[in-house]
């Protein structure tokens, strides 16, 4: 089964969108570089802001006919070649292709509030097609909308970004309640909180590093951390020339952060998700 991984959380700005798409470009350079016979990942996004999408394709102007809004309208026989016709290829690596959002999205919520079925309009035609690739990361907006459940129930594993400064306890604990709510409610077994990615550290603030060590040092949610992403400038310059933080700098310290995170999660998907 292919693994997706959904970077969730009901906050913006915790870095959700420069996470999932660098750890997808992670993820294609590692399975390529150990020879799989498919190393290729598919970004969903999800947002209607389309950060993601930008980033990767260079664009934001997805619309009716080539978007994730066109798959979620369609005929649901139709539905998994409409997705396949709607994905386009990064401009980061000819392996790491994108199913891009559109502003459109943001009507597709109300047009779907209440239609039957209408959570799993996502994941019953990429489960159609998922076995074409490696991995699938599919990134979400800030909050638990219908298309944040849709994102959720097409995942097997969710990941949650967050901030130093917004590591309560109470608060990551009703995030991960919420999505266990979600596994819970549509009856989607496969679905679990497989990690916590604390963006944005800044050791010098005597915060973060307290925040931090009561996390590490929570029973549970301890052993939920996936990895630690060090607040860096270089992530704001790739982001402003549409590049991988990996091809940007490579030797930054964000880049280096987050090659250890995608070489967690590729050995994961080298165990079968176990």
Not at 154 to 162: G, N, W
Not at 218 to 236: C, D, F, M, Q, R
Not at 239 to 265: E, G
């Amino acid at each position: 089964m292919t693994r997706s991984f959904v970077f969730t959380n009901h906050k913006g700005g915790v870095g959700k969108s420069t996470s999932a798409t660098n750890i997808a470009f992670g993820i294609v350079n590692l399975l390529r570089r150990a020879n799989v016979a498919n190393p290729r990942v598919l970004i969903i996004d999800t947002d209607s802001q389309g950060h993601a999408s930008l980033v990767t394709t260079g664009r934001k102007d997805y619309g009716a006919d080539d978007s994730l809004y066109t798959v979620l309208m369609a005929e649901r026989q139709n539905a998994p070649q409409v997705l396949m016709n709607c994905i386009v290829q990064s401009q980061w690596d000819e392996n790491l292709h994108v199913l891009p959002a559109s502003p459109m999205l943001e009507g597709a919520e109300r047009e779907l509030m209440g239609v039957a079925g209408a959570p799993y309009r996502l994941a019953d035609p990429l489960s159609k097609i998922a076995n074409q690739y490696g991995a699938i990361v599919i990134d979400t907006r800030p909050s638990f909308s219908l298309l944040t459940e849709m994102g959720l129930i097409a995942a097997t594993d969710a990941i949650i970004p967050v901030e130093p400064r917004y590591l309560e306890t109470v608060g990551l604990t009703s995030v991960i309640q919420k999505i266990n709510d979600i596994r819970e409610g549509w009856r989607h077994p496969n679905l679990r909180v497989s990690g916590l990615l604390v963006t944005k550290m800044d050791t010098r603030v005597r915060g973060h590093n307290h925040l931090l060590a009561e996390l590490k040092g929570h029973a549970v949610l301890g052993k939920l951390l996936l990895g630690v992403i060090p607040s860096n400038e270089a992530v704001s310059y790739a982001h402003r020339n549409h590049q991988s933080l990996f091809t940007y700098d490579p030797r930054s310290s964000a880049s280096k952060a987050y090659m250890q995170v995608v070489a967690s999660l590729v050995r994961y998907l080298s165990k079968g998700g176990e």
